[in-house]
C-alpha cells in the first residue's frame, strides 16, 4: 500500500510522468504509422534509396522519441527530490543513449544501401561495396563503443594502452580468426571467385555456388541444397576452381569399333574429321582431335577431343549429346558396329572323365564288333 501522505507530496510528479509517459508512446506509435505510409508510398514509386531511408531510420527515431520523453520524466524526478546521484547520471547516460540511437539508424542504412542501390555500369565490383559495408560497420560499431565510454567519463587513454596490450594477446590466441580475416580480404580483393558463381575445391570435394563471404568463413551451397562453410584462410592454402570462368567446356570421348571394322577405320575417322571441324556447337579456336588411339580388349578405341563453344554445363552437354550421336550414325554408315565387351568362358570337364575318354577309342553308344 502507499502511504497517503507520500501520494499527496508527489500526486502532481506522478501525473506528469504519466502524461509525458503517455504522450511518448502515443508519438512513437504515430511517427511509425506515418514510417509505414512513406515505406509503402517509396515503393511503389520504385524509389528504393528513400524507401531504405524510411526503414532505416524508423525504429531509431521511434526510439529517440522515447528516449526524450524518459529524459524529461527524469529531470521532472531530479528536481523534485533533488539526488545529487542521479542528477550526475542523467546526462551521460542520455548522451550515451543518442550515440546509440545515432549508430543503430546509421548501422541501418549501412546494411540496406548495397540492396537498394542500383547497378551502373562502369561502377565497382559488388563483392568490393560488400567489403566497404563490413568495414565500415565494423568501424562504426568500434567508434560508438569508444564514444558511449567517453559519454560516461570512462579513462579511454588508459583502456587504449590496456587494449593494445591485451590485443596482441589476443591475437596470439586467435591466430585462426585472424587467418580467416585476412583470408577475406584476399578474397575481396583478389576476387578468385565472386558472391553467385560456382566454385570446387578439388581437395576437400566441396563444389556448389557461393552464398555469402564473411569474415570467418564462406557459405557455399551444394548442388544438393547442402550448405558448406568454409573457413576463409583455406582459399590461402587450397586450390580453387571457377568453372564459369573457363573459356569453353572440354568434351574428351573414346569410342569403341569392332576389330571386324579395321578396315572401315580410315574412312569412318575422315568423316568424323571433318563433322567435328564443321559443328557449329565446337570451339575451332581451341585444340580437337579425332584419332584412333589404341586396341583395346574388345575394340579399336577411336578419341574424340574437342571443345563446345559454351561455358554452360546444360548447353555443353547438348553439344556433346549431338557428337556422340552423329559419330555412331557415321561408323554404322560405313557399315561399321561398336563394339560391346566380349566374355570368353572356356570350360574344362573333370579329370576323371578325360582320362576316361582319352582311354577309351570306341564311342560309348557304339558297341564292340
Known amino acids: 500500500m502507499i502511504p497517503p501522505k507520500w501520494f499527496g507530496s508527489y500526486q ?12 511518448s508512446a502515443l508519438l512513437s506509435l504515430l511517427l511509425r504509422a506515418l514510417g509505414r505510409r512513406l515505406i509503402a508510398h517509396a515503393a511503389r514509386h520504385a524509389e528504393p534509396m528513400r524507401e531504405a531511408l524510411y526503414r532505416s531510420t524508423l525504429s531509431p527515431l ?66 568490393i561495396y560488400d567489403l566497404i559495408g563490413k568495414a565500415a560497420r565494423l568501424g562504426l560499431l568500434v567508434l560508438t563503443a569508444l564514444m558511449v565510454l567517453r ?50 575445391l578439388p581437395a576437400m570435394n566441396i563444389s556448389g555456388t557461393v552464398e555469402h563471404i564473411g569474415w570467418r568463413s564462406t557459405r557455399v551451397r551444394g548442388f544438393d541444397t547442402s550448405p558448406y562453410y568454409v573457413p576463409n584462410y583455406l582459399f590461402n592454402t587450397q586450390v580453387v576452381e ?41 570451339d575451332h579456336h581451341q585444340s580437337q582431335m579425332v584419332n584412333f588411339i589404341n586396341y583395346g580388349t574388345h575394340s579399336l578405341d577411336i578419341m574424340i577431343y574437342c571443345f563446345a563453344g559454351t561455358v554452360q554445363w546444360g548447353e555443353s552437354l547438348d553439344v556433346q549429346e549431338d557428337v556422340l550421336l552423329n559419330a555412331a550414325q557415321i561408323i554404322t554408315s560405313h557399315g561399321g558396329e561398336l563394339a560391346l565387351p566380349i566374355t570368353r568362358v572356356q570350360m574344362q570337364a573333370p579329370e576323371s572323365e578325360s582320362n576316361t575318354v582319352a582311354h577309351d577309342p570306341v564311342p560309348r553308344d557304339v558297341p564292340p564288333s
Not at 12 to 23: D, F, M, N, Q, R
Not at 156 to 184: E, H, K, R, W
Request: charged share 15%; glycine share 6%.
Open 12 to 23: 502532481t510528479l506522478v501525473v506528469h510522468a504519466c502524461i509525458i509517459a503517455v504522450a
Open 151 to 200: 559519454a560516461l567519463h570512462f579513462p579511454i587513454s588508459s583502456l587504449l594502452t590496456v587494449g593494445g596490450v591485451a590485443g596482441i594477446a589476443i591475437g596470439f590466441a586467435a591466430q585462426g580468426v585472424v587467418s580467416n580475416v585476412f583470408g577475406a580480404m584476399v578474397v575481396y580483393l583478389d576476387k578468385p571467385f565472386k558472391i553467385g558463381e560456382w566454385i570446387t
Open 62 to 127: 521511434a526510439a529517440l522519441i522515447l528516449l526524450c520523453g524518459a529524459y524529461i520524466i527524469a529531470v521532472l524526478i531530479n528536481r523534485r527530490i533533488h539526488a545529487h546521484a542521479l542528477a550526475s547520471a542523467i546526462g551521460p547516460s542520455v548522451q550515451a543513449a543518442i550515440i546509440v540511437v545515432v549508430a543503430w539508424a546509421v548501422w541501418n542504412l549501412l546494411e540496406a544501401y548495397p540492396r537498394a542501390r542500383r547497378p551502373r555500369e562502369h561502377e565497382l565490383d559488388p563483392m
Open 242 to 282: 571457377t568453372p564459369p570462368r573457363m573459356q569453353a567446356r572440354r568434351i574428351q570421348q573414346t569410342i569403341p569399333v569392332r576389330y571386324a571394322d579395321v578396315g572401315r577405320l580410315p574412312a569412318i575417322l575422315h568423316e568424323l574429321r571433318t563433322y567435328i571441324n564443321n559443328h557449329p556447337g565446337i
